[in-house]
């Protein structure tokens, strides 16, 4: 016997058929004699409708454009997981189980205050775990918690995960398995290589490269948790017959394991490709060479709340000047363009350019770690596709080279067979 705790996305509640057969998984688990904690999402695209709402109000009451209190944007956007909670409890109910709906304040999970992007701080699972153990069902809404103000917060879009994790951290969960519309983490995007094999297992270290670098199966912060609390976490289909041969199985579920890389007896070099796209470049040149410069660079742009990420500096040829070139979102580049406006002669740089629309593939593995030559294949296989390398970073265990937009397929193909991903 076990404790599981599963998590159902927003595509596996969609409606009350796909709640209905979300209920059959959690019944097929109860059934083998297991306590079982599930969480759920949204219905797909629910919260994105409520966000909506609330960035449209200020345009129909005439305020100020753009200025809500983030208190009531929880309060708005935290229901619609308050909704399939009841939904799947019902099921449940329906199918002869002991079942009840929890939201976060009841448990309660307790949260920082930052409305809209809140952390986790701590669960009080007692009454979950008794309560398992007299064999209810606890269906608990994820996405949300209750803040030091007393008011609901949300953790973040694609929070939901986060909440699954945390909740297997909180009642010791021997597993926490992620329900989602893919049937696990793939070595790169199957819909840009069909060659795309789908991993047995992957690191904590690596899965957390490979969601940070643009690879949408988690959220960050779920899988930042799982690591450091050693939570052993499945991505698995919610889309396959609950009751096909193999789904129950305890150990070898169907799907991927995220886990201690100790459990991972055959590491391959490299695990996976991932790439980010709305990448934009910006270089700021004829710097002076001095301490302090970047500081006077990222401080202002930190302080926006925007989102660095990779950062080149030249070495200057006499000493005196340099040039510095970083990455940003997309999204972020006018933003940036005016903090460092407003910053020039703090900074002191000659001109600033800037270019939009860039990709960033990365090459993940921790099996780099003790290997040679990873980074140069990587460069090798691109330049004999003529593809051009804009900026490159690494870290122990990832490769991230930034390129022109309309290259990212092929440099993503290309990638993935140089290291014989495709293979075996
Ligand atoms: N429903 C929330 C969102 O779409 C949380 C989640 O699904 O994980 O962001
Ligand atoms: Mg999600």
Redesign the pocket.
């Known amino acids: 016997m076990a404790r599981i705790v599963m998590k159902f ?2 595509t596996s509640v969609a409606d009350l058929d796909r709640i209905k057969n979300v209920a059959r998984h959690v019944k097929r688990e109860v059934d083998a004699g297991h306590e079982v904690a599930v969480v759920v ?2 219905m797909s695209g ?2 994105n409708e409520l966000v909506g709402w609330v960035q449209n109000m200020p345009k129909v009451t005439g305020a100020n454009h753009s200025i809500y209190d983030a208190r009531e944007y929880d309060a708005v956007v935290a229901s ?2 308050q909704v399939t909670s009841g939904l799947l409890a019902i099921a449940l109910q329906a199918m002869g189980i002991n079942a009840r709906s929890w939201q976060g304040w009841q448990i309660p999970i307790r949260t920082d205050n930052a409305h809209g992007a809140a952390r986790i701080l701590e669960i009080e699972g007692a009454e979950i775990i008794r309560r398992m153990g007299e064999g209810q069902v606890a269906v608990v809404a ?2 949300q918690g209750l803040g030091p103000d007393n008011r609901l917060s949300t953790l973040g ?5 986060t909440s699954a994790v945390a909740i297997a951290a909180a009642v010791k969960a021997d597993r926490c398995d992620i329900y989602t519309d893919v049937d696990g983490v793939y070595t790169t995007d199957p819909r840009i290589e069909p060659k795309a094999r789908r991993l047995k297992k992957i690191a904590f270290e690596e899965m957390l490269e490979m969601a940070s670098l643009g690879a949408k199966v988690l ?1 960050v912060r779920s899988v930042e948790l799982a690591m450091v609390f050693k939570v052993r976490t499945f991505v698995r289909s919610s889309f396959e017959d609950p009751d096909a041969p193999g789904m129950g199985d305890l150990l070898n579920p169907p799907g991927t394991l995220i886990c201690d890389e100790e459990e991972i007896v055959e590491q391959e070099v490299v695990t996976g490709i991932a790439y980010a796209k709305d990448e934009a470049q910006i270089s700021l040149r004829r710097l002076a060479d001095r301490p302090g410069v970047s500081a006077a660079i990222f401080g202002p742009l930190a302080e926006s709340h925007i989102n660095v990420d990779m950062i080149v500096q030249n070495i200057s040829e006499d000493g005196s000047k340099t040039d510095m070139t970083f990455t940003v979102p997309s999204g972020d580049v006018e933003k940036a363009l005016r903090v460092l406006g407003e910053n020039k002669d703090k900074i002191g740089y000659d001109v600033v350019q800037n270019e939009s629309g860039l990709v960033k593939v990365s090459v993940i593995g921790i099996g780099m770690r003790s290997h040679a030559g990873v980074a140069a294949t990587a460069f090798q296989a691109l330049a004999e596709k003529g593809i051009n390398i804009k900026a490159i970073t690494t870290s122990e265990i990832k490769i991230s080279i930034l390129i022109d937009g309309p290259y990212a397929e092929l440099a993503v193909r290309t990638l993935h067979s140089c290291y014989g991903l495709d293979k075996s």
Request: aromatic share 6%; glycine share 38%.
């Open positions: 996305g927003g999402s949204a629910k919260t619609g997981e994820g996405f879009r694609g929070g939901s995960d959220q």
